[in-house]
């Protein structure tokens, strides 16, 4: 896959050049449920603790949808755990989630999931899977992969997708300090494949190491940070940043602009969710749209809708003719307009290829501040349920060990 030659270098990171996601507490685009703790697979990086047999009962988990829709807005329930597909009633949960009016979103790493159970959770509702791949699983089958190699993977799970039909299919994967130069690959691969691969998501890898300069305390006790879940023995890159990411991938493709954004709790300029997206064929992208484009989205189906946009049906990713009708109003999309139309004034028979939308999320996890804060996101889709209330679900871990957060003070 490649750019369209006319593609011209994006501009620096600036937040204020960028829309800001209206998402917030009780009005967002999505919020996450928890049916299981229990999985298949062990991934690094993972903040939940591995409990078998770790499922909700049906009734807890209505109960929660019932507490989402009482303390929070949101367009779409993103299905995760522990692995939701080992869950005995994941078909119930997904037409319970449905027959809410939420958009139900399954976060799977995809190892139970066959073409029967596909057919029965689209029965149910399902609107689309996000499915994490990466090299750190110890999936069977896939052992000592790297990310190249497991494109492979993402495609069977893609083209299942494709198939069973009208299923948004995003994927997701955790990078490291030695995966992270493969992410342009990932790129390439997903605008390869734009026509059956709606989102790409990189969340960057974050854990509790011994080289944080930092005591941990829960309330006035001070606890060694070995007793926190998401702890890692060995030293290791835990403060990559969306924008080094984003360099990286300009190396390869210095077209790439993202265009909105979620800040920290604590640091205003800070990218805790940068979003980008872009328009094109297989063959070739034509471009990123702005912040313009993707604020009338997000008002416009709040507008119609009183919600904010989270997944949208594959059918739609597909008009990206139509989207180059925002161009009066995007410079992003005019851009991409323009290479469009010289792409066809070279090759007319381009007419027939499909033009899509596609999205690139980056996703930078709480960052530890030098004062001892914890960065959180700001408006935060991964919002759960805990005791009745809203939380961060990437830190649940520490309300069910010690009932209330950990605070980090600097030795």
Known sequence: MKTHPESIAAPALDHRAMYRLPWNLPDNAISWLEPTSACNLACDGCYRENVAGGHKTIDEVRTEIETFKRLRNCDGISIAGGDPLLHPEIVEIVRSVADAGIKPILNTNGAALSMDLLRELKRAGVMGFTFHVDSRQGRPGWKQKNEIELNALRLEYAEMLAEAGGISCSFNSTVYEDTREQV??????????????????????????????????????????????????????????????????RERFPEFSPCAYLNGTEQADSFKWLLAGRIGTKQAIHGYIGPKFMETMQAGHHLFTGRYL??????????????????????????????????????????????????????????????????????????????????????????????????????
């Open 184 to 249: 342009p690959d990932l790129m390439a691969w997903a605008a390869a494949h734009i026509d059956i691969v709606q989102v790409m998501v990189f969340i960057l890898y974050r854990q509790a190491v011994p080289q944080l300069p930092y005591d941990w305390y829960v309330g006035g006790e001070k606890i060694a940070y070995a007793d926190l879940h998401y702890h890692e023995e060995g030293s290791r890159q835990v403060d990559m940043k969306a924008p080094d990411l984003v360099a990286t991938i």
């Open 310 to 411: 989270a997944y949208a049906k594959p059918h739609l990713a597909a008009k990206g003719r139509s989207m180059l009708l925002f161009s009066p109003f995007d410079r992003g999309v005019r851009s991409a307009a323009g290479s469009y139309l010289r792409s066809l004034m070279t090759s007319p028979a381009r007419l027939f290829d499909g033009l899509h939308y596609q999205s690139v999320m980056i996703i930078q996890p709480v960052d530890f501040l030098p004062n001892g804060y914890q960065n959180m996101c700001d408006g935060c889709p991964d919002m759960t349920v805990w005791n009745g209330e809203l939380v961060w679900s990437c830190r649940l871990e520490e309300l069910k060990q010690f009932g209330q957060w950990a605070r980090t003070v600097p030795i």
